[in-house]
């Protein structure tokens, strides 16, 4: 069985390295080639026999990660994509997904870990470290949070700020205090983990309160 070609794109040439290092033993992977700028890996891939498998950086100091993936799913659509970043936001690692990645490991993955990821993305398999698993199930959990109880009250007043009323407008309305007011204001935004009006309306929304 022919050994699948492999390169590292990264900005920091220990890191080339240690993962040179880490993948020399494995007998069906060839390093074919290392590279510390996106668009010097993006010339060599226009150029050179099929690349199996890509360990590509988000941050390099030409262009993005995301433009390098962007294109060699364009140049090379068979060549697979392993992210091995530091990033560990969801919305970034969503968004290497989307681009065509076909895993996401962090930096801080231990070498076992390093090793199936790659062999799991050849074998046409989505690839994630243990810890990316983590943050990508976390917001699912957040998202399942019990939407905030409000009172009847409570509710009113939120309808009425939503509206861009003042407090005042509000109190004389309600026939209360505008210290009554401010109060709701505060435990709703307390509620809602809101820093200002503007997140607390957006919240709401996305509670279907509004």
């Given at each position: 069985?022919?050994?699948?070609?492999?390169?590292i794109?990264?900005?920091?040439?220990?890191?080339?390295?240690?993962?040179?290092?880490?993948?020399?033993?494995?007998?069906?992977?060839?390093?074919?080639g290392?590279?510390?700028?996106?668009?010097?890996f993006?010339?060599?891939?226009?150029?050179?026999?099929?690349v199996?498998?890509?360990?590509?950086?988000?941050?390099?100091?030409?262009?993005?990660?995301?433009?390098?993936?962007?294109?060699?799913?364009?140049?090379?659509?068979?060549?697979?994509?392993?992210?091995?970043?530091?990033?560990?936001?969801?919305?970034?690692i969503?968004?290497?997904?989307?681009?065509?990645?076909?895993?996401?490991?962090?930096?801080?993955?231990?070498?076992?870990?390093?090793?199936?990821?790659?062999?799991?993305?050849l074998?046409?398999?989505?690839?994630?470290s243990?810890?990316?698993?983590?943050?990508m199930?976390?917001?699912?959990?957040n998202?399942?949070?019990?939407?905030?109880?409000l009172?009847?009250?409570?509710?009113?007043?939120?309808?009425?700020?939503?509206?861009?009323?003042?407090?005042?407008?509000?109190?004389?309305?309600?026939?209360?205090?505008?210290?009554?007011?401010?109060?709701?204001r505060?435990?709703?935004?307390?509620?809602?983990?809101?820093?200002?009006?503007?997140?607390?309306?957006?919240?709401?929304?996305?509670?279907?309160?509004?």
């Amino acid at each position: 069985m022919s050994a699948n070609n492999l390169v590292i794109v990264d900005d920091h040439p220990i890191v080339i390295q240690g993962l040179s290092a880490l993948l020399q033993g494995e007998n069906d992977l060839h390093i074919a080639g290392t590279f510390t700028t996106g668009n010097a890996f993006l010339a060599f891939l226009k150029g050179a026999p099929q690349v199996d498998i890509v360990l590509l950086d988000i941050t390099l100091p030409d262009i993005s990660g995301v433009e390098v993936c962007k294109e060699i799913k364009r140049l090379s659509p068979e060549t697979k994509v392993l992210i091995i970043s530091n990033h560990s936001e969801r919305s970034i690692i969503m968004q290497m997904l989307q681009q065509g990645a076909s895993g996401y490991l962090l930096k801080n993955a231990s070498s076992e870990e390093l090793v199936k990821c790659v062999h799991d993305v050849l074998a046409g398999r989505i690839a994630l470290s243990a810890e990316v698993t983590a943050i990508m199930t976390r917001p699912l959990q957040n998202e399942l949070k019990n939407i905030p109880h409000l009172t009847k009250r409570e509710i009113q007043v939120l309808g009425m700020i939503a509206e861009g009323r003042t407090s005042a407008s509000i109190a004389e309305e309600l026939c209360v205090s505008q210290f009554t007011v401010e109060t709701h204001r505060r435990n709703l935004m307390q509620k809602f983990d809101a820093n200002n009006t503007a997140a607390l309306i957006k919240m709401a929304s996305e509670h279907k309160l509004l």
